[in-house]
């Protein structure tokens, strides 16, 4: 199998990335899937290796020859944790998929217990996975969905490809790169502060970068864990009043310090001020706005620091019906029509 990382290149502005010292090995195909998974996790990966080692040139590191396993980078993708060899669950236990009155089938997210707290309550039934299933059944999906959008809940009638294609919020987000890049401010590129001739072959390409991961969940967790397997010293910003899930933070946790901030006071606002200043990319990943809404935006953090690298990660974008949107990967699955197209394709495959 030859890396192709044409797809995943033209997601991202600029130059493409020269990936010859990567080399594939493996099975070819360790993913079944309705879409290509496999290539496009390895186009993925020697993505993301191509611009650490590119990144690393600057600093005189020279590129090492590397190895990609399609399994190993499968089972680097794939969650599963244990503690004193018990599995911790992955899913709440309300969390799931329900048939609806209208032949339709519905995606609760139920990790947060808040957000169990507020399904049950515009259900109006007791907390238990019988109880919400039957008030579920008694709902038609689309209007369910979007009482629970309104309350700020976490749900998501399972569509096909073809109804959302046809959706206002997919006609709005269409024409939208997957990735945009803006210049807050004129800066030196953050590579010049990090040309370091001194440095040798072992160091890694990313080494002595500082980045602040404010994020919760898988997307904005796995880039933060991604830069700190490429040497970054990663710090993950929480909040005790924060509700979290598990097993995210312990599978997305390795190479991270960990602190914990409330913004909301004065004293967590003036550490947060001074982190900023000490930090060359930070990762916001949560909802649109909701940092911004503390006085923490991207502007603030370019004049804290000059050339400060700053990702935002959304479910369903700053544009559109459904802009600053609650959601989750699996969410955003169901809603587009890959859970569908998943479920059609394993039908096909077994028969059932």
Same mark, same amino acid.
């Given at each position: 199998?030859? =890396?192709?990382?044409?797809?995943?290149?033209?997601?991202?502005?600029?130059?493409?990335? %020269?990936?010859?010292?990567?080399?594939?090995?493996?099975?070819?195909?360790?993913?079944?899937?309705?879409?290509?998974?496999? &290539?496009?996790?390895?186009?993925?990966?020697?993505?993301?290796?191509?611009?650490?080692?590119?990144? +690393?040139?600057?600093?005189?590191?020279?590129?090492?020859?590397?190895?990609?396993?399609?399994?190993?980078?499968?089972?680097?993708?794939?969650?599963?944790?244990?503690?004193?060899?018990?599995?911790?669950?992955?899913?709440?236990?309300?969390?799931?998929?329900?048939?609806?009155?209208? +032949?339709? $089938?519905?995606?609760?997210?139920?990790?947060?217990?808040? $957000?169990?707290?507020?399904?049950?309550?515009?259900?109006?039934?007791?907390?238990?996975?019988?109880?919400?299933?039957?008030?579920?059944?008694?709902?038609?999906?689309?209007?369910?969905?979007? /009482?629970?959008?309104?309350?700020?809940?976490? +749900?998501?009638?399972?569509?096909?490809?073809?109804?959302? /294609?046809?959706?206002? $919020?997919?006609?709005?987000?269409?024409?939208?790169?997957?990735?945009?890049?803006?210049?807050?401010?004129?800066?030196?590129?953050?590579?010049?502060?990090?040309? /370091?001739? &001194?440095?040798?072959?072992?160091?890694?390409?990313?080494?002595?970068?500082?980045?602040?991961?404010?994020?919760?969940?898988?997307?904005?967790?796995?880039?933060?864990?991604?830069?700190?397997?490429? &040497?970054?010293?990663?710090? !993950?910003?929480?909040?005790?009043?924060?509700?979290?899930?598990?097993?995210?933070?312990?599978?997305?946790?390795?190479?991270? !310090?960990?602190?914990?901030?409330?913004?909301?006071?004065?004293?967590?606002?003036?550490?947060?001020?001074?982190?900023?200043?000490?930090?060359?990319? @930070?990762? %916001?990943?949560?909802?649109?706005?909701?940092?911004?809404?503390?006085?923490?935006?991207?502007?603030?953090?370019?004049?804290?620091?000059? &050339?400060?690298?700053?990702?935002?990660?959304?479910?369903?974008?700053?544009?559109?019906? @459904?802009?600053?949107?609650?959601?989750?990967?699996? =969410?955003?699955?169901?809603?587009?029509?890959?859970?569908?197209?998943?479920?059609?394709?394993?039908? %096909?495959?077994?028969?059932?």
């Amino acid at each position: 199998m030859e =890396i192709d990382v044409g797809e995943a290149a033209r997601c991202v502005p600029g130059a493409g990335l %020269d990936v010859s010292h990567i080399a594939l090995t493996g099975r070819e195909h360790v993913a079944a899937s309705a879409f290509d998974v496999t &290539g496009r996790l390895a186009d993925s990966a020697a993505n993301s290796i191509g611009a650490a080692d590119h990144f +690393g040139t600057y600093r005189a590191i020279e590129r090492p020859r590397r190895e990609l396993d399609l399994a190993h980078l499968l089972t680097d993708c794939t969650t599963h944790v244990e503690v004193e060899g018990r599995p911790v669950a992955a899913w709440a236990a309300l969390s799931g998929v329900y048939p609806t009155r209208n +032949g339709r $089938h519905i995606q609760i997210h139920c990790n947060f217990p808040h $957000h169990a707290d507020g399904v049950v309550a515009r259900l109006g039934c007791p907390p238990d996975r019988e109880s919400v299933a039957a008030a579920i059944a008694a709902c038609d999906a689309f209007e369910l969905e979007a /009482d629970l959008i309104a309350d700020g809940m976490i +749900g998501a009638t399972i569509r096909t490809l073809d109804e959302w /294609d046809a959706h206002p $919020h997919a006609a709005a987000t269409r024409d939208l790169p997957l990735i945009s890049v803006e210049q807050l401010a004129p800066a030196d590129p953050l590579v010049d502060s990090f040309i /370091d001739p &001194g440095l040798d072959s072992e160091t890694p390409p990313l080494g002595g970068l500082r980045v602040l991961d404010c994020s919760r969940v898988l997307a904005g967790p796995v880039t933060g864990q991604m830069l700190a397997s490429f &040497g970054a010293g990663v710090m !993950r910003l929480g909040a005790d009043h924060l509700q979290s899930v598990p097993v995210g933070v312990m599978s997305t946790g390795f190479g991270k !310090r960990n602190v914990s901030l409330d913004l909301r006071t004065a004293d967590g606002a003036a550490t947060m001020d001074t982190l900023l200043a000490d930090t060359d990319v @930070w990762i %916001d990943a949560y909802r649109p706005g909701a940092l911004e809404h503390l006085g923490f935006s991207a502007e603030r953090a370019a004049a804290r620091r000059p &050339g400060v690298v700053v990702v935002q990660v959304s479910a369903f974008d700053r544009t559109g019906p @459904w802009s600053g949107r609650r959601g989750f990967d699996s =969410i955003v699955q169901s809603t587009t029509g890959i859970r569908w197209a998943g479920g059609d394709a394993a039908t %096909d495959e077994h028969g059932d």
